[in-house]
Nanobody, 112 residues
Framework: QVQLVESGGGLVQTGGSLRLSCAAS????????VSWFRQAPGKEREFVAS????????SYADSAKGRFTISRDNAKNTVYLQMNRLNSEDTAVYYC?????WGQGTQVTVSS
């Protein structure tokens, strides 16, 4: 079993930046792809970005391209999401996902 813990969320002004972290414990997730999803109030959960096991292949939602960067440090069992040029539409709870496992989420709020 894998436990995922997200951190790094918070309140930021429009145009600001945040870096989210997803730390895994239990079984390693170093052999698996990891994704970030988000869910805004009243909306369905949506894909944001993913990274393969080695970090060599990444994928982004159109809304994240050019602003967000996903990366991983397998030595630390951690995946990151660097988010720049944030706007109000990025306000959501951000979740980390791998295999069958989800984290509890971290709240990101962007104020104008």
């Amino acid at each position: 079993q894998v436990q995922l813990v997200e951190s790094g969320g918070g309140l930021v002004q429009t145009g600001g930046s945040l870096r989210l972290s997803c730390a895994a414990s239990g079984r390693t997730f170093n052999n698996y792809a990891v994704s970030w999803f988000r869910q805004a109030p009243g909306k369905e959960r949506e894909f944001v970005a993913s990274i393969n096991w080695s970090g060599g292949v990444t994928s982004y939602a159109d809304s994240a391209k050019g602003r967000f960067t996903i990366s991983r440090d397998n030595a630390k069992n951690t995946v990151y999401l660097q988010m720049n040029r944030l706007n109000s539409e990025d306000t959501a709870v951000y979740y980390c996902h791998t295999q069958f496992y989800w984290g509890q989420g971290t709240q990101v709020t962007v104020s104008s």
